[in-house]
C-alpha cells in the first residue's frame, strides 16, 4: 500500500443544499476504512416556503416550484469547489430536482451535472432508488416525502414513468428547507402506516433532509418488506460504483444484501 496518510478506495464528493444537515448526520454512520465523503454546499436563499406564502400570496406548490428554479443556479459553484479536492466519483445530496419533470427530466438535470463533472461517476436519489428497488424486485411502491403536493406529483411521475405502480404518497409539506430535518419521528411513523399495505413491496422515503436511517432499519423487520431512505440509497450506489463493496449490516438490507 502507497504510504498516503489518508487511505484512498474511495473520495467522494457530496453536493448538498446550504440548509441540508440531514446527509451529513447520515454519512457520519458510514466510516468505512480507506473511504472519506467531502460535502460541498450551495446557497439556498429561499429557506422559508411558509413564510413566502404569506409574504407572495402564492400557493406552496408555486413557492415550492421557485425554490427548485433558484437552487438549480446555485448548484454549479459547489460542483466546481469539490472537483478541486480531485474526488473520484460525485453524489448528490438532494433529491426534489433528481424527480422533477418524471423520467425526462431526470435525464435533461443529470446531463447538466454530468457536462460538469466530466467522466467522474455520478450518483442521483433518483437513479439510486431505481437500481435498489430493481435488485428488490418491487414492482408496486409507496413514498414518503417531505415535499408538498407539487413534489409529490413529480415523485409519483418518475416512478410511474420507469415502470413502478406506486400505490400512495405521503407528502408531510414541511414549513421550510431547515423543518424537514426537524420533523417529529412519530409523524415519520405515522406516515409508514399510512402508506403501507399488503400489496406493497417496498416503501421509499424522499427527501436529503429528512433523516430516516435510525428508523427504517427497525420498520423493515416489522413490515417484512424494504424500506429505502433516500440518503442510505444513494450511499449504497456511490460506494459500489467506486468499487466498495462492503457489506454494512444494522442500516438496512440493501446495504446488507447487495
Known amino acids: 500500500?502507497?504510504?498516503?496518510?489518508?487511505?484512498?478506495?474511495?473520495?467522494?464528493?457530496?453536493?448538498?443544499?446550504?440548509?441540508?444537515?440531514?446527509?451529513?448526520?447520515?454519512?457520519q454512520k458510514f466510516c468505512l476504512d480507506?473511504?472519506?465523503?467531502?460535502?460541498?454546499?450551495?446557497?439556498?436563499?429561499?429557506?422559508?416556503?411558509?413564510?413566502?406564502?404569506?409574504?407572495?400570496?402564492?400557493n406552496e406548490n408555486q413557492v415550492f416550484e421557485r425554490f427548485l428554479e433558484i437552487m438549480r443556479g446555485e448548484i454549479p459553484s459547489s460542483i466546481r469547489n469539490v472537483l478541486s479536492a480531485q474526488v473520484n466519483h460525485i453524489m448528490l445530496g438532494m433529491s426534489a430536482e433528481t424527480f422533477w419533470g418524471g423520467l425526462e427530466g431526470n435525464i435533461e438535470f443529470e446531463n447538466e451535472i454530468k457536462d460538469q463533472i466530466g467522466d467522474l461517476g455520478l450518483t442521483t436519489g433518483a437513479g439510486a432508488t431505481k437500481d435498489a428497488l430493481e435488485l428488490f424486485g418491487?414492482?408496486?411502491?409507496?413514498?414518503?416525502?417531505?415535499?408538498?403536493?407539487?413534489?409529490?406529483?413529480?415523485?409519483?411521475?418518475?416512478?410511474?414513468d420507469i415502470g413502478f405502480e406506486v400505490h400512495k404518497v405521503k407528502g408531510l409539506n414541511r414549513p421550510s428547507a431547515t423543518a424537514i430535518a426537524e420533523t417529529k419521528i412519530q409523524d415519520v411513523?405515522?406516515?409508514?402506516?399510512?402508506?403501507?399495505?399488503?400489496?406493497?413491496?417496498?416503501?421509499?422515503?424522499c427527501g436529503t433532509n429528512l433523516s430516516t436511517v435510525d428508523l427504517f432499519p427497525t420498520y423493515e423487520h416489522i413490515l417484512g418488506k424494504p424500506l429505502l431512505p433516500i440518503n442510505v440509497a444513494t450511499v449504497w450506489h456511490a460506494l459500489r460504483a467506486c468499487g466498495v463493496n462492503d457489506k454494512i449490516t444494522g442500516k438496512g438490507r440493501l446495504l446488507e444484501e447487495f
Open 189 to 205: 411513523v405515522n406516515a409508514i402506516h399510512e402508506v403501507d399495505h399488503d400489496s406493497v413491496d417496498a416503501i421509499v422515503q
Open 1 to 27: 500500500m502507497d504510504n498516503y496518510q489518508i487511505a484512498r478506495r474511495a473520495q467522494i464528493g457530496v453536493i448538498i443544499p446550504s440548509t441540508n444537515t440531514g446527509v451529513e448526520y447520515d454519512l
Open 138 to 160: 418491487a414492482k408496486k411502491i409507496s413514498v414518503i416525502t417531505p415535499y408538498p403536493e407539487v413534489g409529490d406529483e413529480n415523485v409519483i411521475r418518475f416512478f410511474s
Open 34 to 58: 480507506g473511504v472519506t465523503w467531502h460535502p460541498s454546499r450551495f446557497y439556498i436563499e429561499l429557506r422559508n416556503w411558509a413564510d413566502e406564502v404569506s409574504k407572495t400570496g402564492e
